[in-house]
């Protein structure tokens, strides 16, 4: 398979963090209802792909996300010891209650920057969110369980248009005062360009949130997900959210389509002599797997490129 030149850039990471959502993120998007097994099938090949963290699924109600009603049995499928970091997604207590049954060692909890999204993704109002995420976070934390916590809507909202950096800055930094190691920003409807990324960072870091807790999460709905990622790497974020294959969007936000295709983002760290830990090809090979049991070709370039 053929692999890029390695030309090494300036102010870059020697090695960054994959974190791979295409099981969660990914999968909650599609049409087609994807059995447990593939799906468990999809996890085993992404960790012999080499990902290190793999968010698994989401303890969310049911019939607010259907693809990813199957949370329980599919954890029973998975071996929770292949990764080292192999998360689910939970809103609340009984989302919580259901990851402890299910023996999960890390849960993400997924904040909003916005009133219109909370509302919309949560049930909640912008400070509702932060009082149902309290026990949640106390109570996983209190178990010995690792806790992320996303934040969405941090570069533009559907519903409000532009979201100030401030307020992006506030709910994040709570969000890590109630007890998150890693912050999550998400770029949910893939509007961001790099100027806005470096001036977010830099508005984390000014209220105290170093670049060590912070992890991005772009959409590549306007096809800036890979400058935005080299951008944050440029200013020394080392850990990246992206989904195999370019799969994933949030049925909740409007216009919201890919996540950032770990490829595309392997291929560029590669020819940058970035270390990610990852195998391109078997990688390939399993969203070309994936995408046959979708029943659609892959969105990521460097997939279509590759196979
Ligand atoms: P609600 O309807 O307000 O829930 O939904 P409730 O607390 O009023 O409870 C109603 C019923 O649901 C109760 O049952 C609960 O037990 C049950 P009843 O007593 O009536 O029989 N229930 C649950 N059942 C199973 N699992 C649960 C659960 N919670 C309550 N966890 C809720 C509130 C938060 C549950 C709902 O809004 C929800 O599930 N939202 C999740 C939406 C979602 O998953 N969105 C996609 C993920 S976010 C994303 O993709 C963005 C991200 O990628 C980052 C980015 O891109 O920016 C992370
Ligand atoms: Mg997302």
């Given at each position: 398979m053929r692999v890029p030149q390695v030309v090494p850039g300036e102010r870059l990471p020697a090695e960054i963090t994959i974190y791979e959502v295409g099981p969660r993120d990914g999968l909650q998007n599609e049409q087609a209802i994807v059995p447990a097994e593939v799906k468990a099938e999809f996890v085993r090949r992404l960790v012999a792909a080499g990902l290190r963290a793999v968010e698994v699924t989401s303890f969310v109600h049911p019939r607010w996300v259907p693809q990813l009603a199957d949370a329980a049995e599919l954890i029973e499928l998975v071996d929770l010891n292949i990764a080292p970091r192999m998360p689910v997604l939970v809103p609340n207590e009984r989302?919580?209650?259901?990851?402890?049954?299910?023996?999960?060692?890390?849960?993400?909890?997924?904040?909003?920057?916005?009133?219109?999204?909370?509302?919309?993704?949560?049930?909640?109002?912008?400070?509702?969110?932060?009082?149902?995420?309290?026990?949640?976070?106390?109570?996983?934390?209190?178990?010995?369980?690792?806790?992320?916590?996303?934040?969405?809507?941090?570069?533009?909202?559907?519903?409000?248009?532009?979201?100030?950096?401030?307020?992006?800055?506030?709910?994040?930094?709570?969000?890590?005062?109630?007890?998150?190691?890693?912050?999550?920003?998400?770029?949910?409807?893939?509007?961001?360009?790099?100027?806005?990324?470096?001036?977010?960072?830099?508005?984390?870091?000014?209220?105290?949130?170093?670049?060590?807790?912070?992890?991005?999460?772009?959409?590549?709905?306007?096809?800036?997900?890979?400058?935005?990622?080299?951008?944050?790497?440029?200013?020394?974020?080392?850990?990246?959210?992206?989904?195999?294959?370019?799969?994933?969007?949030?049925?909740?936000?409007?216009?919201?389509?890919?996540?950032?295709a770990t490829e595309d983002l392997v291929w560029q760290s590669q020819g940058l002599g970035i270390e990610t830990g990852v195998d391109l090809a078997a990688l390939v090979e399993t969203s070309v797997w994936m995408a046959e049991r979708l029943g659609r070709p892959s969105p990521s370039r460097a997939v279509q490129a590759l196979s």
């Open positions: 989302g919580l209650d259901r990851a402890l049954a299910a023996g999960v060692r890390e849960v993400a909890i997924f904040g909003s920057a916005t009133e219109s999204f909370a509302r919309r993704n949560l049930n909640q109002s912008l400070d509702g969110q932060f009082t149902m995420f309290e026990p949640v976070v106390a109570r996983a934390r209190g178990a010995g369980l690792a806790v992320r916590a996303y934040v969405s809507m941090c570069f533009g909202d559907p519903w409000e248009g532009d979201v100030p950096l401030t307020q992006v800055v506030d709910v994040g930094r709570r969000l890590v005062e109630l007890g998150a190691s890693q912050l999550s920003l998400g770029d949910t409807i893939g509007v961001g360009t790099p100027g806005h990324v470096r001036a977010l960072i830099a508005s984390f870091a000014e209220a105290g949130v170093g670049v060590e807790r912070l992890a991005m999460h772009f959409h590549d709905t306007y096809g800036q997900a890979l400058a935005n990622a080299l951008t944050a790497m440029q200013c020394g974020v080392t850990t990246f959210d992206a989904s195999a294959g370019g799969l994933g969007g949030c049925p909740y936000a409007e216009s919201a389509t890919g996540n950032l």
